[in-house]
């Protein structure tokens, strides 16, 4: 924030100042005037005001105010000017400072804790906003403001088992529906495990996610993996096709794990019957990739080029366009590939500074898939890109 726009912020807190003087100090018909003290502590606030001197003009005006009943909004007010300054902790010394107080009623008690809670959030003091945020979680208030928080901590602190409580109350208290995210809190879980080499303890945490979640494509491609690693391709198989009735966006991510499953039961035809459905049904450009490699292994480069060339009438892709000039490259005779080496340099640059998966929610690009934004932290917001440039 600029020192301008502070500046305006801080117009109504002088304007309180003033106020408090008037009602406080003085009087009607000139008596019980202010002192000349306080007069001049809220005279030099407004000068400091006028010289653009904000910090010297909010320590005067706090010294001016004093903490009652008909104060404490403006007290909250100069804690968030502070804490929207990046000045946490002063934000947080005039917040405690009200709590401190015992003259204040419980709602204005409970509005002070959730901006101090605010406040050690903004710190990074994540276990005394817990504390803050638990306490608040109980009140009618501040119920839902409080599970927010507390959610939010949670997810930093990958604590995924008190995240899925919060939610889950949060969910009743609200009446949302937060099956989607609370089936990638199972999922992190499932990570978890498989991680440790708990197989059986992480396929439980996928089923879980799957319960609350029906549509949770993450959870079918970590069930899918898992069986994979267990040699149970079968079963891997069966989770991986399931994405194409949760989500069809996602299935690109599906075609090398089926591919590698169906070679490891020694069904290559399998494999081609399944990327050609792809390839005709959606028009990935991953499949026709996949189906050219294997044209290529079976039948050699030749065939291979004359596929891509075909798709690519039908469909353009960047994607293709290099992939078919790589494949040019390799069947050119020496001395007949520099133009495709220039055109082939300018597809790869193109790629390379390309994203492949893109936020829906803030548009935030990514080279791999994340299943939590880095940027807006909203979940299962992240898909592949469409289009010439991508799928």
């Excluded at 990046?86 to 003259?103: M, S």
């Excluded at 291979?304 to 005779?333: N, P, Y």
């Amino acid at each position: 924030m600029n020192a301008l726009n502070f500046l305006w912020l801080l117009l109504p807190v002088a304007a309180a100042s003033g106020w408090y003087l008037a009602r406080h100090v003085g009087g009607s018909n000139g008596v019980n005037r202010p002192s000349n003290g306080l007069r001049s502590d809220y005279f030099k606030g407004i000068n400091y005001l006028l010289n653009e001197q904000p910090d010297k003009a909010i320590e005067v005006f706090i010294k001016v105010l004093e903490v009652d009943s008909e104060t404490v909004e403006t007290h909250l007010a100069l804690g968030n000017l502070y804490r929207r300054r990046g000045e946490v902790d002063r934000a947080i010394r005039i917040h405690q400072n009200l709590i401190a107080r015992g003259t204040l009623s419980p709602e204005q008690r409970n509005e002070a804790l959730l901006e101090l809670g605010q406040d050690y959030l903004s710190a990074g003091l994540l276990d005394r906003a817990e504390d803050l945020f638990q306490e608040l979680s109980e009140t009618d208030a501040y119920r839902v403001q409080a599970l927010r928080q507390l959610i939010d901590i949670y997810e930093q602190e990958k604590d995924w088992e008190k995240a899925i409580v919060s939610a889950r109350r949060m969910e009743k208290l609200t009446g949302n529906q937060l099956g989607g995210v609370i089936a990638h809190y199972h999922c992190e879980l499932a990570e978890e495990e498989r991680q440790s080499g708990n197989a059986p303890g992480a396929l439980k945490a996928v089923q879980k996610a799957l319960d609350s979640h029906r549509g949770c494509v993450r959870a079918s491609l970590l069930e899918g993996d898992i069986l994979f690693q267990s040699e149970d391709y079968e079963r891997a198989i069966r989770a991986y096709q399931r994405i194409e009735e949760q989500n069809p966006d996602y299935l690109p991510e599906t075609v090398e794990r089926i591919h590698k499953c169906y070679s490891s039961l020694g069904r290559s035809g399998d494999v081609d019957s399944y990327l050609y459905r792809l390839m005709d049904r959606y028009g990935w450009i991953t499949a026709t990739l996949a189906l050219a490699e294997i044209r290529q292994k079976e039948q050699g480069v030749h065939s291979a080029i004359e596929f891509i060339a075909s798709q690519l009438t039908r469909r353009a892709s960047v994607r293709g366009l290099d992939r078919l000039l790589q494949l040019e490259l390799e069947e050119a005779e020496e001395g007949s590939t520099q133009h495709l080496r220039i055109l082939k340099d300018l597809t790869s640059e193109l790629l390379q500074d390309r994203p492949v998966y893109k936020c829906t929610h803030c548009g935030f690009p990514a080279k791999s898939l994340h299943w939590q934004c880095p940027s807006c932290k909203h979940w299962n917001t992240i898909m592949p890109i469409k289009g010439v440039e991508g799928e």
